[in-house]
């Protein structure tokens, strides 16, 4: 058969290209929200219907376009913001290659209502990209953009689109992170109605960042800036008593524009290495300003990679920046209150739920700060005392981590976090079968406040949160309350546990899986005691009870062993006796 070999029709060509900026409703809006800050807005509402699916809105008090404009805007490579070649170097503006509006028309029913401040408003539709209605109509300077049914007409896109959620939870990160760069700019995104973000003009960058990843990262965080050097850096870093599981609350943007590096993530860890305890992230919200000549932004615009020039100049900029900022947070804690104060509290410190409440937060911070101490002498001090085993009747802990008993002729040498992964384990599934313990009331209900995303995921944790022993109530907007948690936890860091395991379920859930089985092996994980908790003996006796009434005592959910056993028979043979 032979087979003919056809030119694409230009409505087909415009799809394929689309599919290069137009992978889901969350790049229409980074698009549209560009386009209206290059065009100088300085308000941008952004409405939903679907996740973006049925309409995204997006109605800015730009610059607007003249019925010549529109006209020229709406073709591909069309663009208003590049004259001569030259121009690509020192580029500002965040788009230039002139396909979004093409693109996006070429995959929706798009409408088009602008007005140019010195002439009359227009209106114009397409469909398929091809221009179907075009009138005169009425609005104040500005433009508004309305992408209806997207992917409509490309079937195998749309098939595989994920759940509405995922898409509406990209959409939220990307409009969160204009929030967070551009403080001058009043950004309102709303879903069916319901309002996810409003950030005023100029509310400051702090509370922008409290909006976007959450009241407590950004009570958490600290300034920083440099003042020297090709690059500058400003922005707000968590301390080292506030980090998180992951990276998700870490944002770069240069010159304002969002991007990605691996680099400057690999930085902000390294600056915190002596402070950070493994397996842990700093949350980070830094901007890097640089002469646009010394960086290659657009190696591709969707995918938001950039290259530095001089990556040793940035890493020491970066690098003192951070460092500085916890040095000066240190020293003030010092000189004023600090020791007296993480001193007095020193028993505080380990209630749960206390962290944020009332005059406790700042002694808390203070006490951990010393604890992980930047300074590597603090760690060597400590060395000798985490070596010397704590005698106690007949069990001892050594290396922060085993649980040592003597028991008549054998000594057992315990896991304490694969035990209590263990004991958790069990407790958990029983709690699902509903044939398990209590659940503590907490003293003081521990307030919880995420970033909207989190959110969203949380109304539909919180009951599977609660089947667990976790009762969670919202409490005002993206905040919530924890009221109880299981009695078999009740002394750890029960928010702490929480949010952990929050944020594994959001890595890990796919649509057909049980919240509730899924968020038993978290659970069990997250909320047992772990390698470097130093333990009482009461707690080492409760714990070892707890193990000996466990179905499967000796292995922990994974697999590991919870103890081995060394009888006197086994140290005979050892020292060649026998
Ligand atoms: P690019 O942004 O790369 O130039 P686009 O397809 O996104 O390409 O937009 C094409 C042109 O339409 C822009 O260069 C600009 O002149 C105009 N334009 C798009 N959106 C707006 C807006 N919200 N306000 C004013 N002008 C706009
Ligand atoms: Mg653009």
């Not at 049925?54 to 006209?71: F, H």
């Not at 996006?104 to 798009?110: D, E, G, H, K, T």
């Not at 804690?333 to 410190?349: D, F, M």
């Not at 919530?480 to 890990?508: C, H, M, W, Y």
């Amino acid at each position: 058969m032979i087979r003919k070999i056809q030119v694409l029709a230009d409505d087909v060509i415009a799809k394929i290209a689309a599919g290069e900026v137009v992978e889901r409703p969350a790049s229409v809006v980074k698009e549209l929200i560009e386009n209206s800050l290059d065009a100088g807005s300085d308000s941008v509402e952004i409405d939903l219907k679907d996740a973006g699916f049925a309409l995204i809105r997006v109605a800015d008090n730009g610059s607007g376009m003249t019925s010549e404009e529109v006209k020229l805007a709406v073709k591909r490579h069309a663009t208003s913001k590049l004259s001569a070649i030259h121009d690509l170097e020192t580029l500002l503006t965040f788009g230039f290659r002139g396909e979004a509006l093409s693109s996006i028309s070429s995959v929706s029913r798009f409408e088009i209502t602008t007005r140019n401040a010195d002439g009359e408003a227009v209106y114009m539709y397409l469909e398929n990209g091809q221009v179907k209605e075009a009138r005169p109509a009425a609005r104040v300077p500005g433009t508004t953009i309305e992408v209806k049914d997207l992917f409509y007409n490309v079937p195998a896109r749309k098939k595989f689109m994920k759940k509405d959620s995922t898409e509406l939870a990209a959409v939220i990160d990307t409009v969160g992170r204009f929030i967070v760069a551009n403080d001058g700019v009043e950004i309102r995104l709303r879903n069916n109605g319901r309002e996810i973000f409003h950030a005023h003009k100029n509310m400051g960058i702090k509370a922008r960042i409290s909006l976007v990843l959450g009241r407590d990262v950004a009570d958490g965080m600290i300034e920083l800036f440099s003042l020297t050097g090709k690059y500058r850096v400003t922005g707000f870093v968590s301390r080292p008593s506030s980090t998180r599981k992951d990276k998700r609350m870490q944002m770069f943007f240069v010159n304002k524009r969002y991007i990605r590096s691996t680099f400057i993530s690999n930085l902000l860890d390294e600056a915190n290495r002596s402070m950070l305890e493994r397996g842990r992230f700093p949350a980070g919200v830094l901007f890097i300003e640089v002469d646009p000549s010394m960086v290659d932004v657009n190696v591709h615009p969707a995918k938001l990679l950039v290259k530095f020039e001089d990556e040793d100049e940035l890493k020491r900029s970066v690098m003192s920046s951070v460092r500085s900022a916890f040095d000066e947070v240190k020293n003030r804690e010092r000189g004023s209150h600090g020791q007296t104060l993480s001193e007095a509290l020193g028993s505080a410190v380990q209630a749960p739920g206390e962290e944020k409440h009332g005059i406790f937060a700042e002694g808390i911070a203070t006490q951990r700060e010393f604890e992980y101490g930047a300074a590597d002498e603090m760690i060597s001090d400590k060395k000798p005392l985490a070596d010397i085993p704590r005698k106690t009747s007949d069990i001892y802990q050594i290396g922060k981590c085993y649980i040592v008993r003597v028991k008549g002729d054998s000594v057992t040498v315990t896991d304490q976090h694969a035990a209590h992964e263990r004991v958790l384990y069990e407790y958990f599934n029983n709690k699902k079968r509903e044939t398990a313990g209590e659940t503590q009331n907490l003293l003081f209900p521990v307030s919880l406040g995420l970033s909207p995303s989190e959110s969203i995921l949380m109304g539909k944790m919180k009951g599977a949160y609660k089947t667990l022993g976790f009762e969670i109530d919202e409490f005002g907007r993206n905040s919530f309350v924890i009221r109880t948690a299981p009695q078999v936890i009740k002394d750890r860091d029960i928010e702490k546990v929480v949010r952990d395991i929050l944020s594994d379920i959001s890595g890990n859930i796919k649509p057909g899986m049980d919240p509730v089985e899924e968020m038993v092996k978290y659970a069990a994980c997250r909320g047992a005691i772990k390698e470097g908790d130093a333990l009482d003996e009461h707690e080492m006796a409760d714990l070892l009870r707890q193990l000996s009434e466990c179905e499967l005592p000796f292995t922990c959910p994974h697999g590991r062993p919870t103890t081995l056993e060394i009888t006197v028979d086994e140290l005979e043979k050892r020292f060649r006796r026998k």
